[in-house]
């Protein structure tokens, strides 16, 4: 039904900055609120950031005044903007988003993941 794909990560020195996408395609009549996760290794996923579909924004504190989330509507895309980037912050980003199906269906489900490696 739903699909979200992501793109972007990769390794980057501290100091560095990042863009992450998360596409989402298929039988999509809108979408709420749409999310970036993060999942460290041996930690559990935490919240990064989340945007409504009028574009208000939530962030985690460890993350307020370097991470940006946007939205394209028109797209149905998610963007993550990671300045300033610590080694603290690798890990693997997933996004999510809340779909209405229109028809009264709904869908909510994952990116695949993407990996950030952040070098000190």
């Known amino acids: 039904q739903v699909q979200l794909v992501q793109s972007g990560g990769g390794l980057v020195q501290s100091g560095g900055s990042l863009r992450l996408s998360c596409a989402a395609s298929g039988s999509i009549f809108s979408i709420y609120t749409m999310a970036w996760y993060r999942q460290a290794p041996g930690e559990q996923r935490e919240l990064v950031a989340d945007?409504?579909?009028?574009?208000?924004?939530n962030y985690a504190d460890s993350v307020k005044g370097r991470f940006t989330i946007s939205r394209d509507n028109a797209k149905n895309t998610v963007y993550l903007q990671i300045d300033s980037l610590k080694p603290e912050d690798t890990a693997v980003y997933y996004c999510?988003?809340?779909?209405?199906?229109?028809?009264?269906?709904?869908?909510?489900?994952w990116g695949q993941g993407t990996q950030v490696t952040v070098s000190s």
């Open positions: 945007i409504t579909n009028g574009g208000t924004t």
């Open positions: 999510d988003a809340d779909v209405d199906l229109g028809g009264g269906g709904r869908w909510y489900g």
